[in-house]
């Protein structure tokens, strides 16, 4: 179902990558990395995991040309998206909380929103 890939909390820390490095006074310390993670109903994933498999929901509802009408709004009145992934990240986001139905300028003919 795609309402259990809706982000619920996005989370980032740093996380060892397991070498290490020799400071200035001489000692060692790991070398970290920034990892965000999206915790969602379906588990707790890396972006670009938790892309794939909502697309993979999205698509086995059968919810592509929903998706494609999203990713068009986003482009025209998401200004703070420049990227084409940032785009289609935000659009399956979008989608997967069904924020949608709240957007006022959305027209989508295949969608029937029941009240």
Do not use: N, Q
Request: proline residues 1%.
């Amino acid at each position: 179902m795609v309402e259990d890939y809706r982000i619920r909390i996005r989370t980032g820390r740093a996380e060892g990558t397991g070498s290490y490095e020799i400071t200035k006074r001489g000692t060692r310390r790991e070398i970290t990395k920034f990892v965000e993670r999206y915790e969602t109903a379906a588990g707790i994933f890396l972006p670009d995991e938790w892309m794939k498999k909502a697309l993979g929901a999205i698509e086995a509802e059968g919810e592509m040309s929903l998706l494609e009408s999203i990713k068009e709004h986003c482009r025209k009145h998401c200004a703070w998206l420049h990227k084409e992934k940032e785009v289609e990240e935000h659009a399956i986001d979008c989608l997967c909380s069904r924020a949608y139905r709240h957007w006022d300028d959305f027209k989508d003919t295949e969608t029937i929103i029941w009240m």
